[in-house]
């Protein structure tokens, strides 16, 4: 049993994922295989078009789709576009949609926000190096050990997090 969660680019589904909803499964996420879909998982951002077309003051980055889900419902983050990127990683393909959809294209966004699972330091300073010769108000959620954004959403801790984040540049 598996969610399919579409990737829109542009209004045009590129990539799909398959989700486990049972808990048992070995592969939590199951992309669509290789050369089946426009574009492959991880050169996409999920909710990437919804983040452009919003007038918002700031983007939020997260790993999961499930952490854009639960930070939508979050009363005070109305203000903050979110995308994923499916992982610690953000890969060529996904900074260049960062750079080009939203950082150059938005630069009058206020921040953006790296809040990526906890323990993720060393990935944080990754993003960092990416975003910071395109944008020059950034900070990061430091998150505890074991958790992510969705997992403090549901518990009603987030915010008490993100509010604490701290701006690196």
Known sequence: YRAI???FENQEIVCYVGRDLTGRANIRYLPAPNGSTKESYQSCLYNIDDSIREDKGGLIIVEGIFDVWRLRTIVGLENYAIVATNGKVLSFEQSRLLVDGILISKRDLMEVVICLDGGSRKEAKKFISLISP??????????PDNEDPDSLGMKGQFEYYFYRRQRVI
């Not at 395109?134 to 998150?143: G, K, M, P, S, T």
């Open 5 to 7: 969660i579409p990737f």
């Open 134 to 143: 395109y944008h020059r108000n950034i900070a990061v959620v430091d998150l």
